[in-house]
């Protein structure tokens, strides 16, 4: 399924270089970007990727965008500013219908969103550690203590205790973050969705997004550098560090090369 079918980028220069988001696109040959059911935003650090993510996710409305602001040049806020200047196309249904909405589930989902909630796992960890140690140490034995968070005045304690028992890696963390809040039928905006993964993880995630996409009607559009996911989707991908964001098959992208390269010079290690 294709939610949203194409996007624009503002092409307005305004005389101040270094006022953002304008500055990230300043002096870029940039044609609309025409999305497929995975399309991905390839670009190393600071090319611009996420923004990118976040004014498509803004001139959307989608669910988990962040406004930002510019303080430094006045109040006039740029950002927006620039969102409105943008332009997008929605696509069809399976009836050839023009789509006039997107659906009510579809969302941004950042990296800062996936370490936040591995973050917040490992409080809830140590917190139940710390819980019942100060049970134990005010006098009562382990038992006494499981007992009390078994009640109904430490059931919320108990939960806590069940997950720490379960000792969930970050990795682990972020795969069931994602088996959890991925749903059919939506329109998903993954900003390094990678984070914390393993290589067999990052494919594996890679795997579903492109079953996701084929079977369950979601269209996603991600922002990533890692070699694993690239190689891995079904994806149209556009070259951020390029001047004029050329699609570029992933085996031609610099990070990947570099992948390449590396393990070519020390194959040795390897027989």
């Known amino acids: 399924m294709i939610y949203l079918r194409s996007f624009q980028l503002s092409d307005f220069q305004i005389s101040n270089p270094h006022i953002y988001p304008y500055s990230v696109f300043r002096d870029k040959d940039i044609e609309p970007f025409v999305f497929t059911p995975v ?52 696509g069809e249904d399976e009836l050839g219908q023009k789509i006039r909405h997107l659906p009510e589930n579809s969302h941004y989902i950042k990296s800062e969103d996936i370490l936040y909630e591995i973050k917040k796992i490992q409080q809830q960890q140590v917190l139940s550690d710390g819980m019942l140690y100060d049970y134990v140490k005010k006098g009562m034995t382990k038992e006494e203590a499981r007992k009390y968070l078994e009640s109904k005045d430490g059931s919320k304690q108990m939960e806590y205790i069940m997950f720490a028992q379960e000792k969930y890696s970050n990795g682990e963390t972020s795969m069931q973050y994602f088996d959890n809040f991925l749903q059919p039928d939506a329109l998903y905006l993954l900003d390094e969705p990678e984070v914390s993964l393993s290589p067999a993880n990052q494919v594996a995630l890679a795997q579903e997004i492109n079953n996701m996409a084929r079977w369950l009607d979601c269209q996603f559009i991600i922002a990533t550098h890692s070699p694993f996911m690239l190689g891995t989707l079904d994806a149209k991908i556009y070259n951020i560090d390029s001047k004029e964001y050329a699609v570029t098959k992933w085996s031609d992208l610099e990070n990947v090369r570099y992948f390449y390269n590396f393990f070519k010079k020390n194959e040795k290690e390897f027989e």
């Open 39 to 90: 399309t991905v935003f390839y670009g190393n650090n600071g090319s611009g990727k996420s923004t990118l993510l976040n004014i498509i996710a803004n001139k959307l409305e989608l669910k988990g965008r962040e406004n930002e602001t510019c303080h430094s040049y006045g109040m006039a806020n740029y950002f927006t500013q620039f969102c409105l200047e943008c332009s997008y196309r929605l």
